[in-house]
C-alpha cells in the first residue's frame, strides 16, 4: 500500500510566522503535490514537484514556496502565514515521467492549519 | 464552463438502493479519469479508475462515455458507509499537473 505521511494532523500559527508542512511517501513515486481544500472551493493545486529540485507552480502558489531536496520528501512553506491561509492542506504523490503521469494521485491523511 | 462538473447533491437514499453519478469534463483531449471518496475532514482516497470499456469492482461500476465527455459512477446495493463525498478526477494531456478534480457530489445512505 502506498504511504503518504504528513507531518501534523492540526496544526496553529500565528499570522507572519513562517510556517513548514512535511510530507514523505514511501513509494519511490516521481510526482509530488501540495493542495489546499476549502469549502465550496474543492481541491486547488498549490505547487507540484515532478523530480528532485523540480518544482511547478499551481493555481494558487502566491504566499507559498516549496523544496524537494530528497525525491520521498516533498515541503510546502508559508513564508509570512496570513489568516487567508487557514485551511485543509493536502499533499499527495503518484507515478510519472518527468511531467507525463496518467497514474492516480494517493494523498496523505492532511494539515488542518488555522492561522490566528 | 467548468472543466470538470459534478452535481454536488446531496443525493439522499435508502439503505440498499442503487445510486448513480455523472461527472462532464470539458477537454476532449482528457486521457485518464478516476473516483476518489472523501469522508467528512478526511482525505481523498482512490475508489477506481475508469476505464474506456468500463469496469466493475463489486457493487461499483465506473464508465466513460468519450462522445459525449462524461464519466459515471454506479453504487448497487448501497450501504450506510457508502456516504461521503464522491470525487470525479480528469487528468488533462496526461500531465501531472493538469489532474483537475471535481467539487464533489455528496451522498447520504439512510437506514
Known amino acids: 500500500d502506498v504511504k503518504v505521511t504528513q507531518s501534523s494532523r492540526y496544526l496553529v500559527k500565528r499570522t507572519g510566522e513562517k510556517v513548514f508542512l512535511e510530507c514523505v511517501q514511501d513509494?519511490?513515486?516521481?510526482?509530488m503535490f501540495w493542495y489546499r481544500q476549502d469549502p465550496g472551493l474543492g481541491l486547488r493545486l498549490i505547487y507540484f514537484s515532478y523530480d528532485v529540485k523540480m518544482k511547478e507552480k499551481g493555481d494558487i502558489p502566491e504566499g507559498y514556496s516549496v523544496s524537494r531536496e530528497k525525491k520521498e520528501r516533498f515541503s510546502l512553506i508559508l513564508e509570512s502565514a496570513s489568516t487567508n491561509q487557514t485551511s485543509m492542506y493536502l499533499c499527495?504523490?503518484?507515478?510519472?515521467?518527468?511531467?507525463?503521469?496518467?497514474?492516480?494521485?494517493?494523498f496523505g491523511d492532511g494539515t488542518r492549519l488555522s492561522i490566528l | 464552463r467548468k472543466e470538470v462538473e459534478q452535481d454536488p447533491g446531496p443525493f439522499n437514499v435508502p439503505e440498499g438502493a442503487t445510486v448513480a453519478f455523472n461527472c462532464t469534463y470539458s477537454?476532449?483531449?482528457?486521457?485518464?479519469f478516476f473516483w476518489y471518496r472523501q469522508d467528512c475532514r478526511k482525505e481523498p482516497k482512490l475508489l477506481m479508475s475508469v476505464y474506456s470499456s468500463g469496469n466493475e469492482d463489486g457493487r461499483f461500476t465506473a464508465q466513460l462515455n468519450r462522445a459525449s465527455q462524461y464519466i459515471s459512477l454506479l453504487i448497487r446495493d448501497s450501504k450506510l458507509s457508502d456516504s461521503a463525498t464522491y470525487l470525479c478526477?480528469?487528468?488533462?494531456?496526461?500531465?501531472?499537473?493538469?489532474?483537475?478534480f471535481g467539487s464533489g457530489t455528496r451522498l447520504s445512505i439512510r437506514p
Open positions: 477537454n476532449s483531449a482528457s486521457q485518464s
Open positions: 513509494m519511490d513515486h516521481e510526482n
Open positions: 478526477v480528469v487528468n488533462m494531456y496526461s500531465s501531472a499537473s493538469k489532474i483537475i
Open positions: 499527495a504523490s503518484s507515478f510519472g515521467q518527468r511531467t507525463y503521469s496518467n497514474q492516480p494521485q494517493h
